[in-house]
């Protein structure tokens, strides 16, 4: 996915334009941009399509050679894309920040890019200078590729400890790609609800690994490594890598970089597990002993059982992922834009923070060499909960709504309300006895049942309950208390805090992330449109 960040609108919104590289529409919308800095004689020659741009800043002209004509293109096995493709995000990228980068850097990173095309991924792992640009440019690549994924981990390692500006390791996701995921979910329940046997096999790996990983933030090669003797009532051997951080040494051996950790899961993945264990018992394991086997795949595929039957690979998986999309999701919805094998770690990482499993959260990030590393998952809260948010409202509104963002602020305490000390609350099933909702309220300093943190707390001094319901300022509110908990850990992590610290920052946050949720559906009730 490429973007471009344009200014903070009043509201304090940031409008983005979301590029799929993937769309057809996709060229038009960089074309015109392209259309617009030739029309003021920034870029001299004529046409998109062609491999070599001169551009000008009237003190100079620099040449940017987009083909491969002068170097060679060896990188397609660990890149995971072609040539082709490969060009066309050189080409995007600059587009992009045209405007933002003088033209020396983009020359500089045009031959950056077209370094890290001829090198292997040991090679682009060690990058140094621009190593930020280069993390960019290789997470908006299309398709899927394990190497690839261990070199963008490495640079976001780099980029972290070494601050790199422009916040380097934190490249956030945006509203449209939640609500891709989402959507994503509608189109993989609705196919397995009527899937045959047969398409189940096929396509297990793909529903298991979502499902999965989309609530415990596992690596790629982690997933695929889980033991095919791994489950044991609803507990899930998964195994772990010990390398998390780039500190251990590595011994090539999976009995001695991993480690089996036992994990509760849902019923509902439990009976999945043992249908898929039941329906392929009488196959051929693997090499290394894992869940997933090889024979429903070649089968889904209509080829020919090959003779290496070492395991259920990234590029099995990614095969299948890209099957999927081409047979049922895009049929499904057209709106579904195809995801990456990684993008569910970042998204498991964000619901377990909302959901407050601070055990996982960290044992996961007490392995990130750096807190900067850490914090990358922390960036995108607030506007998780906002899409999540806005799918609900679409979804009950059968998808006909629209937002508009509108503000509502009450002049009066409402009637119904009882008095509690400093004014009046609406949540009237307390005064019965059921105080969860007085649970949710948490103070800065972490203390529960605090009357004036609580969305139903009506106070006498007027001009304070707004603050409830402007979305801006919720929005704010959850991002800083995002940025509170990742102190906390740090703390932690250095033996300078306690655990009790960590869980009052998570709780105050899910009261944060609660109070923008409330916030938000009162605007759409109150509108009928988002």
Not at 64 to 69: E, H, I, P, R
Not at 366 to 371: E, K, L, P
Request: charged share 25%.
């Amino acid at each position: 996915m490429l973007t471009k960040s344009f200014e903070p609108l009043s509201t304090g919104v940031s409008r983005i334009r979301v590029i799929n590289a993937d769309d057809m529409s996709a060229e038009g919308k960089l074309k015109s941009v392209f259309e617009g800095y030739r029309s003021r004689k920034v870029i001299l020659n004529a046409c998109f399509g062609d491999d070599v741009w001169t551009l000008t800043n009237e003190t100079s002209d620099i040449r940017l050679a987009l083909s491969f004509a002068d170097c060679a293109f060896t990188a397609a096995g660990w890149l995971g894309c072609r040539a082709d493709d490969y060009r066309d995000c050189m080409k995007g990228y600059i587009v992009l920040h045209l405007g933002s980068l003088q033209l020396k850097t983009l020359q500089c990173l045009l031959r950056l890019f077209k370094r890290i095309a001829s090198m292997n991924a040991g090679e682009a792992s060690e990058i140094v200078r621009d190593a930020h640009h280069a993390l960019a440019f290789l997470k908006l690549l299309p398709g899927n590729s394990e190497y690839r994924d261990s070199v963008i981990e490495a640079l976001e390692v780099r980029c972290g400890a070494s601050g790199s500006g422009g916040g380097g390791g934190k490249h956030q996701r945006t509203l449209a790609e939640f609500s891709n995921y989402l959507r994503f979910q509608e189109a993989m329940d609705a196919f397995w609800q009527t899937a045959s046997r047969e398409r189940k096999l096929f396509y297990f790996p793909v529903y298991f690994w979502w499902n999965l990983t989309a609530i415990l933030p596992l690596r790629v090669t982690e997933f695929l490594l889980i033991p095919r003797n791994c489950l044991e009532g609803n507990a899930l051997t998964v195994r772990r890598t010990k390398l998390k951080g780039g500190e251990a040494k590595i011994s090539y051996r999976i009995a001695d970089d991993y480690e089996c950790c036992r994990y509760s899961v849902s019923e509902r993945i439990a009976t999945e597990i043992r249908w898929y264990l039941h329906e392929t018992e009488q196959m051929r394991d693997t090499d290394l002993g894992t869940l997933l086997l090889l024979e429903p795949h070649y089968a889904g595929l209509g080829k020919q059982a090959q003779a290496r039957n070492r395991y259920y690979s990234y590029d099995d998986l990614s095969e299948t992922l890209r099957c999927f999309f081409d047979e049922d999701a895009a049929g499904q919805n057209a709106g579904i834009k195809s995801i990456r094998l990684g993008d569910t770690r970042h998204l498991a990482m964000i619901s377990l923070i909302i959901s407050g499993g601070s055990p996982v959260i960290c044992r996961e990030l007490a392995g990130h060499a750096d807190i900067n590393i850490s914090s990358s998952y922390y960036a995108n809260i607030s506007t998780f909960v906002e899409c999540i948010s806005v799918e609900r409202f679409r979804r009950a509104m059968g998808g006909t709504a629209r937002f508009n963002g509108a503000n509502h602020y009450p002049t009066a305490i409402p009637a119904g309300t009882r008095r509690v000390s400093g004014g009046g609350c609406d949540a009237m099933q307390v005064e019965n006895g059921d105080v969860r909702e007085c649970v949710k309220a948490i103070s800065d300093d972490g203390r529960i049942g605090d009357c004036e943190s609580c969305r139903h707390f009506w106070p006498d001094t007027p001009g304070v309950r707004p603050q409830f319901r402007d979305a801006g300022a919720n929005k704010k509110l959850v991002d800083a208390d995002s940025q509170h908990l990742i102190r906390m850990i740090e703390l932690v992590r250095r033996g300078l805090g306690c655990q009790e610290d960590v869980g009052a920052a998570i709780l105050r946050l899910q009261h944060s992330c609660h109070r923008l949720t409330d916030c938000l559906a009162e605007h759409y009730s109150n509108e009928g449109e988002f």
